[in-house]
């Protein structure tokens, strides 16, 4: 599980319950600290006029930090590498969705919570993304992440011929417990 800007590693885990108990489940904290005891995988800005842009050199690291995570996770808990499910939230389900479709080999499911596909931070795998299976879930009401974020995701999805599930809430930007 990983999580968003200013945030935990346990901010996620109250969800664990919902999840098939034969999960393994870890929950990885961003390199960087944030104010107020959180912390973020990248950092982000914003201009005067309000306009956000973040450092894609730290999101790239911090993708592949995941993938690093998950490949040392498998060796320790002796879990299938190649049967690996993904749960982020905000710039956490950024970060997954960067990861499984850059490494898709070693991804199996992305569960996508209030986040979206930054091309910018993907190098989209020559590998088959066929066994990718992503469940996206967005309210229509946030503003942090805007709906038409989750819409362009669903396109480069779509472009790129991979399966997904999407599926709306009338709520802003936090996680709805039907998505469970």
Known sequence: MV???GSNEQDLFSF???LPGEFTIV???GPINTPGMGYAWYDIYFDLKGNKTFNIEMAIKSRDLILKCIEDCSKKYNTDINNTTLMGFS???VLIN???LTYPKNIKNIISLSGGIDPSIITLS???LNNLSFYISHGTDDEVLPFIQAKESLNFLDQNNIVYDFETYPVGHGVCPENF
């Open 3 to 5: 999580h968003g800007f």
């Open 16 to 18: 664990s319950r919902e």
């Open 91 to 93: 710039q956490g389900s």
């Open 98 to 100: 960067a990861v499984a």
């Open 27 to 29: 929950s990885i904290r």
């Open 126 to 128: 020559k590998e088959d």
